[in-house]
């Protein structure tokens, strides 16, 4: 398994190459209670104390903490300067650095746009405000969510790795669950087996804490999003709808399967059902063929949404596809109507990583399909990291597990 310190030194690093191209001296984040997930993503902590990291366009990397995170801080080596401080020594070593570095640019985790980005509280601006000197901060201070939120979108070589092991073990719990799925069982029952299969392999969902069921949704049930439930069983004709993600070494995946129980003596799903999941297979295919850096995010959209109403089905309310990484839904840009919201104007880049999910969505008795794979943006295109589904997954009737 990679060492998330890895990831953090990465981040570190190509943090300097854009503080050097924003012409930006010095960037502070300043946090406690782990209230910046910039901790999680820049250095690998998820400290409660009050803690300070500089980091600076010459490539220092400066760490203030008490006494018990320090130790930890200097034992990493990721770090040029470990800074052990409490109560106002924070703000006498902050000021100190800031002076030694001849600051004229600081950049601090504020953003109107996207709270992954907004995390320096008031309390702990004014501080630093004070160490400084109001004046002072008014002509020095900028906002980091430009470079914050392309270190989060634009995964590194390790973050890479850990996220298609990620999509590698969603898939692998899945081909478990197949085999095991039968007809009786109620969606929480579904859910369970795919619990049972994430402690088999050492991992949690990725929602909730604790970590919640996956969605598993009968449509027949409705599809909106809620939780599974003992009352819509899996029976013969049924679809079955999962939406699944897991945590594994800090990062998710967020994969989608639709499946059909057959009834007995029947061969394959009917036409009709065939060609609900083949209208949201076709989608992720032609989003598949077209995405690639330099599109903005609705463009892509287009292709999703217009593959499913082209096939005669009505234009489905989310977006083609979203960012996964920390999280399953990420920020940055969004795939999603141009007349939608901001993030769809974003436009996409190399190395980030998307779930593709053009959905048909129906009346309960109609049917309903969600295929969702996660794919990585290459120079010219894309490549999948998860295993693709390209046919209806049928389910030979049965009535327990085998």
């Known amino acids: 398994m990679i060492n998330r310190n890895e990831v953090a030194k990465e981040k570190m690093a190509r943090a300097a190459e854009l503080l050097r191209q924003n012409h930006v001296d010095m960037w502070a984040i300043y946090t406690r209670l782990k209230n910046d997930t910039a901790l999680e993503l820049l250095f690998n ?24 995170d320090a130790a930890q801080y200097r034992e990493s080596g990721m770090y040029t300067q470990v800074i052990e401080a409490q109560g106002a020594e924070f703000m006498e070593a902050f000021s100190k650095c800031f002076r030694e570095h001849n600051v004229k640019s600081l950049a601090l985790n504020e953003s109107i746009h996207d709270t992954r980005c907004d995390g320096l509280s008031m309390g702990l601006y004014k501080k630093l405000e004070k160490a400084i000197g109001a004046d002072v901060m008014a002509k020095v201070k900028c906002s980091s969510y430009e470079m914050l939120e392309e270190l989060r979108a634009v995964k590194t070589p390790s973050e890479i790795e850990i996220m298609k092991e990620a999509s590698r073990i969603t898939t692998d719990i899945y081909d478990a669950l197949f085999r095991r799925i039968h007809v009786g069982l109620s969606e929480i029952g579904v859910a369970k087996i795919m619990m049972e299969e994430c402690e088999k392999r050492g991992v949690t969902t990725a929602f909730g804490n604790p970590p919640e069921y996956p969605l598993v949704l009968n449509p027949k049930g409705g599809m ?11 029976e ?16 998710t995946s967020d994969i989608a399967r ?16 065939q060609d609900i999941a083949n209208a949201a297979i076709d989608a992720v295919g032609n989003v598949l063929a077209m995405i690639k850096p330099g599109l903005h995010g609705y463009e892509v959209d287009a292709v999703g949404r217009g593959t499913i109403v082209s096939h005669g089905y009505p234009e489905f309310g989310h977006s083609t596809g979203h960012q996964v990484g920390l999280e399953v839904h990420d920020g940055g840009t969004t795939l999603g109507p141009k007349n939608g919201r901001k993030s769809s104007a974003g436009v996409l880049r190399k190395n980030e990583i998307y779930a593709i999910e053009p959905t048909v969505l129906q009346d309960r008795s109609k049917g309903s399909a969600i295929i969702e794979d996660d794919v990585l943006l290459t120079d010219d295109g894309c490549v999948l990291i998860s295993k693709r589904q390209t046919a209806l997954i049928e389910i030979p009737y049965r009535t327990c597990e085998g």
Request: with cysteine; charged share 20%; net charge negative.
């Open 258 to 273: 639709t499946m059909y129980f057959l009834k007995p003596g029947e061969e394959h799903a009917p036409q009709e059902v």
């Open 45 to 68: 902590t998820s400290t409660q104390n009050e803690v300070l990291f500089l980091l600076t366009k010459e490539g220092d990397r400066i760490a203030i903490a008490c006494p018990e």
């Open 224 to 234: 909106s999003h809620r939780g599974p439930n003992d009352v819509n069983l899996c």
């Open 236 to 251: 013969p004709g049924d679809m079955l709808v999962i939406d699944f993600s897991i945590r594994y070494n800090g990062y």
